[in-house]
């Protein structure tokens, strides 16, 4: 049997984090899509094409591989930034469609996040979490993690970047960041991580214990 929990909101949010978490809690599978978009992203990169290249950008969608998930170079802001470009383009997004509509439906449950899974990828999920926190709390967290990693940058390149992606996310023509009518909003900005996990938790129960 299939149960979706789809987890939209801006970037550095901790959505990631409370998806993981509950999908362990559950024994759900869990997919970050965020993670296909920045393929995409770092392979335009790689080729040296202007992330304006939309056929370049779609043939990089279309031949993404489980390989291309795994490299360790998917998490800078670099990367993230060429992320927000590519999924900018509808052709792109389209070519991602099918894999992760069938990821939601998989039997035993599974949870997604990103931007569009309460609104365009699973409409239907059984839950939607709207995960966000202010862009002061965001960046912080975004920068202690990208630091520990031994990325050289300030606060405040980190501030400006997550800030333009988030414009760039709910601004584009299609699938736009935006929490869907039916989600639960979960402000993690004064939230440890386990307060939020425990404030999901209470949100899926409600539903997953009828289901
Ligand atoms: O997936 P998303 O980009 O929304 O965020 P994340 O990667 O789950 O979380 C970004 C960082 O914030 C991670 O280092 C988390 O440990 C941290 N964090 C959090 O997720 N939730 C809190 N309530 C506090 C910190
Ligand atoms: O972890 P963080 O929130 O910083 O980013 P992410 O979830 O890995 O997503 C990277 C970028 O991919 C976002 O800024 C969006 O432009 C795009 N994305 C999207 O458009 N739709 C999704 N379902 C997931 C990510």
């Known amino acids: 049997m299939s149960f979706t929990v789809a987890i939209d909101g801006p970037a550095a949010a901790g959505k990631g984090t409370v998806a993981r978490a509950l999908a362990d809690h559950f024994g759900f599978a869990y997919l970050d899509t ?60 389209k070519a991602l469609v099918s894999f992760q509509k069938s990821f939601a439906k998989r039997d035993g449950g599974a949870v997604l996040d990103g931007r569009d899974i309460g609104t365009v ?19 912080e967290r975004r920068y202690k993690e990208l630091s520990a990693k031994g990325d050289d940058t300030s606060f405040e390149a980190v501030l400006a970047a997550l800030k333009a992606r988030d414009a760039q996310d709910a601004k584009r023509d299609v699938a736009p960041m935006v929490q869907a009518d039916d989600a639960v909003l979960i402000d993690t900005s004064t939230m440890s991580i386990s307060d939020a996990l425990a404030a999901a938790v209470d949100v899926v129960s409600k539903t997953y214990k009828s289901a």
């Open 121 to 139: 990828i699973c409409p239907d999920a059984d839950v939607k979490l709207f995960v966000t926190a202010s862009e002061e709390v965001r960046a």
């Open 34 to 93: 965020g993670l296909l978009y920045r393929a995409v992203g770092r392979k335009v990169l790689d080729a040296k094409q202007p992330l304006t290249d939309t056929a370049f950008a779609l043939k990089m969608a279309q031949e993404l591989g489980e390989s291309d998930l795994l490299r360790d170079d998917l998490r800078n802001m670099e990367t993230a930034t060429a992320a927000s470009a590519v999924a900018a383009m509808g052709d792109v997004r």
